[in-house]
Nanobody, 122 residues
């Protein structure tokens, strides 16, 4: 069973930065496209960013493009999300997951990890 453990969330002011980490079991980071997703209170979970295992090609939701950067360290089976210029609307629980082969943004596995809470104060 795939295990994904997210960390690095916290409370930050508007304009601040955070770096999230996702530690994955097995070798999925080096065999799957990996993604970050988020769920705000009362809203459905949405795609944030993904990165290819093959060539580090990245893909971002329009809402975070230019502010967030996804990266990975296959040797550590870890995926990162550097979040800059944070806005109150970025407040959510952030999750990582593999991405379905052939997709840029559809999650592959269930259940999800526990996620990490990001709160941006105005």
């Amino acid at each position: 069973q795939v295990q994904l453990v997210e960390s690095g969330g916290g409370l930050v002011q508007t304009g601040g930065s955070l770096r999230l980490s996702c530690a994955a079991s097995g070798r999925i980071v080096s065999n799957y496209r990996m993604g970050w997703f988020r769920q705000a209170p009362g809203k459905e979970r949405e795609f944030v960013a993904s990165i290819s295992w093959r060539d580090d090609n990245t893909y971002y939701a329009d809402s975070v493009k230019g502010r967030f950067t996804i990266s990975r360290d296959s040797a550590k089976n870890t995926v990162y999300l550097q979040m800059n210029s944070l806005k109150p609307e970025d407040t959510a629980v952030y999750y990582c997951n593999a991405v379905l082969p052939g997709s840029l943004s559809q999650p592959a596995f269930a259940p999800w990890g526990q996620g990490t809470q990001v709160t941006v104060s105005s």
